[in-house]
């Protein structure tokens, strides 16, 4: 990426790496105490409140662990000097989408082209 040093692009994505660390240990913490059970009635209630907002936190969970592994796999590429070039195609993802998300290892078209994950 044009105007960012390998060091200071580091450093950033390892800030935003320690930030996802911190919001998933967060998640991890149970929406109940310890030993309380969530039951499931025939009426909407608190306990079915905490079970959407459990299933919610569980998928903002791997949507989170999603972008660490990308996070990772970007400083990975760093380290093997092919940052910045996409890991399909070999082509260069483009300034402007590095810019945007710092992490993305695939240019737009091959992104566009996968399945949604």
């Known amino acids: 990426m044009a105007g960012v040093e390998r060091d200071e692009l580091t450093a950033l994505l390892k800030a935003h790496r ?4 911190a919001q998933l240990s967060e998640l991890a913490e149970p929406v109940r105490a310890p030993g309380v059970q969530m039951q ?17 936190r569980t998928m903002t969970a791997g949507q ?4 660490a592994g ?3 796999r970007a400083l990975q590429k760093i380290e093997e000097t092919s940052y910045g070039l ?8 483009g300034d402007e989408r590095l810019e945007a998300l710092l992490w993305a ?13």
């Open 70 to 72: 990308d996070i990772d």
């Open 105 to 117: 290892t695939r240019c737009v078209s091959c992104q566009a082209s996968q399945p949604k994950r």
């Open 18 to 21: 320690e930030e996802l660390s």
């Open 40 to 56: 499931f009635g025939k009426r909407a209630g608190d306990h079915t409140a905490d079970a959407v907002l459990q299933m919610t």
């Open 64 to 67: 989170l662990r999603q972008v």
């Open 86 to 93: 996409c890991d399909v195609c070999g082509r260069p993802i």
